[in-house]
């Protein structure tokens, strides 16, 4: 009873000493539209002044956000756009900047778990219905197969003949000349220039599963012959099928079990595929970072030549397949044949000439150094991978700039 007594005298006390509530925010006096007094020693000032004043510091933090939107947003989409080649570039820089990372998850056999994850994603992501639908166009997908696995592994025997030191940049680019085609780039492109992209589907998956099973011959017959080495041939195509084949079931199963899943899956597909270009970095920052000492001795125009070899292997093999489309064209029927039909052949044109590096990285793993060392195998693929997904996005560009200009001149 005291302390409360205390309390309420302390209370009425305050009360009578202090009658404003706040004697730093004053009361606002509606005749002047002023506050009479002042808040720790300032002037302050009327309603119309303060709604100027917050009306400038609004537009202000907007202009510097627009300022910020006008340089970041084109910054994000590019990053987006090009999400496999950057991670790609970043990895192999990084593997070169600092190896010691890329050498410890190496030691853990980091890249195992990166392969299998990759082709787990593509089972997962795998749509049954869109294979169905290329039923009308089954001889171009037929043909694509034949280019894929049989005709342009043959670039490889030219390949190999010539000399580059190290022999091991050659050796790659001929091992990648007999790979299947891309996972996803290929579909991409074919997506957006408006072709058949179940038709590039279809000869993704078919090619990339019976690559499992032809791929390790061709290497036997048109690589390893030539350089004077014997693989074991039983052997790589039993790793293959546990590194490859085997996730990529399990991916497929996994959607066609889960309802849930696949939905997951479709609905965040761009998830799905920075996630496996992300896994597919980190095949080349360990194969770099762990054979750095050797990369360093190499000359930088030893890397340009190889770089502008691979460059001219996927215009080769562009090329083949041009010609190859209008002889079977004019074979089958002229204009009305499936050959000439531009969807059936953009799909075609671009998924028959772009060669896959997961395959090709899995398959330098499962050698074990039979045809040189894994790094100097892959470095040069990694930039042949680049260089053909940026070609053909120019092509793309040309042909969609192309169509422009035509419906343009048509609609005038």
Known sequence: MLMAGVLKALVLTGTSQFPHRNSYFPAYNPVSGVNNLTSFGRKSQSIPERCIIVRANSQLKQGNGGEYSNWAKPMLNFASKNFLPLALVGGVALGLANPT???????????????FGIFAIAGLTLRTEEIGATAEAWPVGLFGLVSILLLTPLFSRLIIQLHLQPQEFVT????????????????????????????ALAMTVVS???????????????IAA????????????????????VPIILGKV??????????????????????SAILLSLVPWMQVSKSRSLLMMVKPETCLIATGMGI???????????LCIQSLSAISGGSSSVFSKKQNVTALLIVASQKTLPVMVAV????????????????????????????????????LQKEQSLDNVKTA
């Not at 000349?177 to 492109?189: D, E, F, N």
């Not at 030539?226 to 084949?245: D, E, R, Y």
């Open 101 to 115: 990372l890329g050498c410890l998850a190496d030691s853990y056999n980091l890249s195992k778990f990166s392969t």
């Open 172 to 199: 790659g680019l001929a091992i990648f000349s007999c790979m299947p085609t891309t996972l996803s780039s290929g579909i991409a492109l074919t997506r957006l220039i408006g072709g058949n992209s179940a038709l």
């Open 208 to 222: 990339n599963l019976l690559g499992i099973l032809i791929v390790p011959f061709s290497i036997s017959r048109y």
């Open 226 to 245: 030539g350089v004077g080495i014997s693989i074991p041939t039983k052997q790589l195509l039993k790793n293959l099928i546990a590194t490859l084949l």
């Open 254 to 275: 996994c959607r066609e079990s889960f309802k849930g899943l696949a939905d997951f899956a479709d609905r965040n597909s761009k998830l799905w595929s920075m996630t």
């Open 312 to 322: 001219l292997l996927h215009l080769v093999l562009l090329v083949f397949n041009a």
């Open 364 to 399: 330098v793993q499962q050698l074990g150094g039979a045809l040189g060392d894994s790094s100097l195998l892959v470095l040069p693929c990694v930039a042949a991978h680049l260089n053909q997904i940026i070609l053909d996005s120019f092509l793309v560009s040309y042909w």
